[in-house]
């Protein structure tokens, strides 16, 4: 049969956005979907999505989402939520979620909007990665018995291709607590994330304003202003651009 949403809300934990729509939802053997649903960000922004859940006697869920978004609120975390990167964003493009629920892969192909931040300390590194043991202290025994017991871990994988307008402000933190940079510029930029914590860069980006803070031990503070031209490259490594 057919279900008519009125009131429905849902929110990406990954990027901690919430969307709500109001439309129709079909329902057939093995098979949840609807197309061409108009989908709202908490701002009022829009954008039409398709969507489908298959399933085997409500075993083995699989999904496919597709949102062609416009000015949609794709990005709304700190740096508690993501250490990689984090921010808010609206974004002109594609997104998908394709895969089983344990084995998801999330592909994004945006333009970044105005009121787009986005905040890349490449200070320290980080660690993502759960522990996948877990170590049991046996009563009657004064010795530490650790059990290594296979925990079944979901899966994800993120690629984005980015195109950075001069709309967006980028904050890159600088190694060594050496200061900032604030910049709005252009560029196009791939981002590969995954569950195991493995975050890659690619890309360059070409400032045309903004600020560069410099610090050393709280001795030297100085802020220089940016002049257009300059290049930020990034070739794999997040912490080495």
């Known amino acids: 049969g057919d279900i008519s949403l009125m009131r429905t809300e849902f929110t990406v934990d990954f990027t901690n956005t919430r969307y709500s729509l109001a439309d129709i939802v079909h329902i057939e053997k093995n098979k949840i979907w609807a197309n061409n649903i108009k989908i709202y960000d908490e701002y009022g922004n829009s954008g039409i999505a398709n969507l489908m859940f298959s399933h085997q006697n409500f075993n083995n869920w699989n999904m496919d989402i597709r949102v062609q978004a416009n000015n949609l609120a794709g990005l709304h975390t700190t740096s508690s939520d993501n250490s990689l990167f984090y921010g808010t964003a609206y974004a002109t493009g594609l997104f998908s979620l394709k895969g089983s629920f344990n084995d998801l892969v999330m592909d994004i192909n945006v333009r970044s909007e105005p009121l787009?931040?986005?905040?890349?300390?490449?200070?320290?590194?980080?660690?993502?990665?759960?522990?996948?043991?877990?170590?049991?202290?046996?009563p009657e025994s004064d010795t530490l018995k650790e059990n290594i017991t296979e925990i079944e871990r979901s899966s994800f994988k993120m690629n984005m291709d980015m195109s950075i307008t001069r709309d967006a402000i980028v904050q890159i933190f600088l190694p060594y607590q050496m200061g900032n940079i604030r910049s709005s510029g252009s560029g196009n930029m791939k981002m590969n994330y995954n569950t195991s914590g493995d975050f890659s860069m690619y890309g360059d980006y070409i400032t045309e304003q903004g600020t560069f803070l410099f610090t050393i031990q709280n001795m030297i503070n100085r802020l220089f202003t940016l002049v257009p031209g300059g290049t930020i490259r990034w070739s794999g490594d997040a912490y080495n651009a």
């Open 116 to 138: 787009t931040y986005i905040n890349i300390p490449i200070n320290f590194a980080v660690d993502v990665s759960d522990t996948d043991f877990i170590v049991f202290m046996n």
